[in-house]
């Protein structure tokens, strides 16, 4: 059983739609990573988000942690084709025992059709 | 760009060698983690390091897998011996241990077979 559940794991859309990938838990964390993900290569990080409620924005990339640091979403607006990877999500553990301790869920395969 | 440095890419051994894999954490982070990536069980936190120290290793299988800091420029990684099912890609990552507020860089992976 994953940590970090997310949904969907799989989204084809095409260029110019918008998405939303979800990443949720029942335990609450100290901080919650995103990374993209690319073919042979390692995750590469999106954003960190630290505060319950926090709301980040990249360009079209929209970042929201929950309020109680249990969850949190991605929305991309206007898709576009470089947008195509895995996306995962990452949780910072937030007890003592877990300090730190970064866990991932299972990704979300993006794919961005022109 | 700093980066993390893992050698091999690549590594191809029969069942039963011994394989140890490299890291080269960012200079001034105080924490590495290594994982194992499949298909079937995704990202899988293998154990994780503060100023060298070992604070998990739990999810790794002790009987074979051993991973070390013997300076604050390398990690490893060691399997013996090595089995088909131990076949992933292995990523170490590095980064300031501040409640992972400042996220994590990882490495370009080894890619491991196991024949």
């Known amino acids: 059983t994953q940590l970090l559940e997310q949904s969907p794991q799989f989204l084809s859309i095409q260029e110019g739609e918008n998405l939303t990938v979800y990443c949720n838990s029942s335990?609450?964390?100290?901080?919650l990573q995103w990374y993209r993900q690319e073919p042979g290569e390692g995750p590469v990080l999106l954003v960190t988000?630290?505060?319950?409620?926090e709301v980040k924005k990249l360009k079209r990339l929209t970042f929201q942690f929950g309020d109680a640091r249990k969850d949190s979403s991605l929305h991309i607006t206007a898709a576009q084709p470089g947008d195509t990877g895995l996306y995962l999500c990452?949780?910072?553990?937030?007890?003592?025992?877990?300090?730190?301790?970064?866990?991932f869920g299972a990704g979300t395969q993006v794919v961005v059709t022109p | 760009d700093a980066r993390v440095t893992q050698t091999p890419r690549d590594k191809v051994t029969e069942m039963g060698q011994e394989v140890t894999m490299r890291c080269q954490p960012i200079?001034?982070?105080?924490?590495v983690f290594w994982y194992r990536q499949t298909m079937m069980q995704g990202l899988e936190l293998l154990a994780y390091?503060?100023?060298?120290?070992?604070?998990?290793d739990s999810g790794m299988p002790k009987d074979r897998f051993s991973a070390e800091m013997p300076d604050a420029t390398l990690a490893t990684l060691k399997i013996q011996p090595s089995e088909p099912r131990d076949s992933a890609v292995y990523f170490c990552?590095?980064?300031?241990?501040?409640?992972?507020?400042?996220?994590?860089?990882f490495g370009s992976g080894t890619r491991l077979t196991v024949v």
């Open positions: 990552a590095s980064g300031l241990g501040d409640r992972g507020r400042y996220g994590y860089t």
């Open positions: 335990s609450v964390f100290s901080s």
């Open positions: 988000v630290v505060t319950g409620g």
């Open positions: 990452a949780g910072a553990g937030a007890r003592t025992d877990s300090w730190g301790k970064l866990q």
């Open positions: 200079l001034g982070h105080n924490t």
């Open positions: 390091f503060r100023n060298r120290a070992p604070l998990d």
